[in-house]
């Protein structure tokens, strides 16, 4: 007997099971929902994946290190807050046990000692902290700086004169490394003993660049933290060979090459002056010099402009220059760049060194403690026109000079100030410029260029990582 399709259905064809109909419905179940929710997604172009890699945020700082390098004698540091906080701080000197120092509203608090200090202040403390040391014999100071992850020091030297000496701090309990990059006037010097050099925790290591790269000639170094904090500072000294006299004085270290380097205080008297330049990119540089006096800023017509070469070092000697009729009311120099470069001043007279590199750019309120004797502020490269409050205290807070000047660009500003302040407060509201306080006595110069004040820092941003 032959069977006969029913309608609609074809020979040979199946019926459908039930599983088929199951599994219509299981994908559905699934896949359904997946693309509504990715329809969902792509149709909200509001929201954004969010980025790897996040830029570190800006906070309140809580804590803040000032380190005080070693003194030869008559040493002492002085500490102030440049938020007028007050409170203690902690001072740490090697060998001993730290020391609570009390600071007052609006002044300043000192400790006698010629070992390597580290200054500690924490809570409201630790925003805007400054600190000075001071030595002799004679007149030395430098500003007490924090750690810092680069920094240059230029016109140093390794020969039997001219000697410098590195000085390394590492303030934390941890290892810290170092490496120092040298550059000479006849282009990047090999030192392969400066590199890696290691820092114990809590302690000090001074390299004596004469026994390192032995060359006479004028060097600048690049010293770059790769692992912890450091902070360093250069002692440079003249030893004359014969009748001369010795010669010391602290050599602070500059943040970064720039191509406008202000170099504000020209002690007086007579002897070595010279700026000394250093070109650490891989283009040579054409400079020029340009003076800061109080009616312009103009390139002198004598002054020719001079190249350096990449990673070398240049020195310019400029005893005629200022000698000249043109400096004869002169407050500093700028050296003018093609490309970034770092710049020191250098004057020696006598028994006497002074040297004067770049503070950084300064805007709003910053401090700067001062050592007695006769000193004027000097400012110049202000970004705009508007005015400036400047004030004088003694050590325990007391006013006593106060006064507002008005500045404008192409033109430098010298402010004469109490011979027996102790702290020099300067407001610059919206204005962007540079300064520093020339202090001059009988036993010697020193320049103490302006900073801006360290209120802030940066933390990282964290997320949990992938699995």
Request: hydrophobic share 40%; proline share 8%; charged share 20%.
């Amino acid at each position: 007997m032959t069977s006969t399709p029913a309608p609609g259905r074809r020979a040979g064809d199946q019926p459908r099971s039930r599983g088929g109909r199951l599994d219509r419905v299981l994908v559905a179940a699934v896949v359904v929902p997946a693309l509504t929710v990715a329809a969902a997604l792509l149709a909200d172009t509001g929201v954004e994946p969010r980025p790897v890699e996040q830029p570190p945020r800006e906070a309140d700082l809580d804590r803040a290190t000032a380190v005080c390098p070693a003194a030869t004698s008559d040493g002492r540091v002085v500490v102030a807050s440049g938020t007028g906080a007050r409170g203690d701080v902690t001072v740490g000197v090697a060998g001993d046990d730290p020391q609570e120092l009390e600071l007052g509203r609006r002044g300043a608090g000192a400790v006698d000692t010629d070992d390597v200090a580290v200054v500690t202040g924490a809570g409201e403390l630790a925003p805007g902290l400054v600190a000075l040391r001071t030595a002799g014999p004679g007149l030395r100071a430098v500003a007490c700086h924090a750690t810092s992850s680069e920094q240059w020091f230029t016109g140093v030297g390794a020969g039997a004169e001219h000697t410098s000496v590195l000085e390394l701090t590492n303030p934390d309990a941890g290892p810290a490394t170092v490496d120092v990059e040298v550059h000479g006037q006849s282009g990047p010097v090999a030192a392969d003993g400066l590199r890696g050099v290691s820092v114990p925790g809590g302690e000090t290591v001074r390299l004596r660049l004469g026994a390192e790269v032995p060359k006479r000639e004028e060097l600048a170094l690049r010293v770059s933290t790769g692992r912890g904090r450091v902070a360093a500072v250069v002692v440079d000294a003249f030893v004359p060979i014969g009748r001369g006299v010795p010669t010391k004085e602290y050599l602070p270290g500059q943040e970064a090459p720039a191509e406008v380097n202000v170099l504000m205080g020209l002690p007086a008297g007579a002897g070595e002056r010279a700026v000394v330049v250093a070109n650490g990119g891989d283009d040579v540089a054409r400079v020029r010099l340009e003076l800061v006096t109080p009616r312009s800023v103009f390139a002198p017509a004598e002054v020719e402009e001079v190249t350096v070469e990449p990673g070398s070092v240049r020195r310019l000697s400029i005893a005629g220059l200022l000698g000249s009729d043109a400096a004869a009311d002169a407050l500093g120099l700028r050296v003018v760049s093609s490309r970034p470069v770092t710049a020191t001043f250098r004057a020696r007279t006598g028994a006497d060194l002074v040297q004067s590199v770049p503070g950084g750019r300064v805007q709003g309120t910053t401090l700067v403690p001062v050592p007695a004797g006769a000193k004027q502020l000097l400012l110049a490269d202000a970004d705009g026109v508007g005015a400036v409050r400047v004030e004088a205290r003694s050590a325990d807070g007391e006013r006593l000079q106060r006064r507002t000047y008005d500045l404008t660009p192409e033109v430098g500003l010298s402010v004469p100030l109490p011979a027996d302040a102790a702290l020099v407060e300067v407001r610059t509201g919206d204005l962007d410029l540079v300064g520093s306080v020339l202090v001059e006595t009988g036993s010697g110069s020193v320049v103490l260029p302006l900073r801006p004040l360290v209120l802030t820092d940066l933390v990282p941003a964290v997320r949990p990582g992938l699995p």
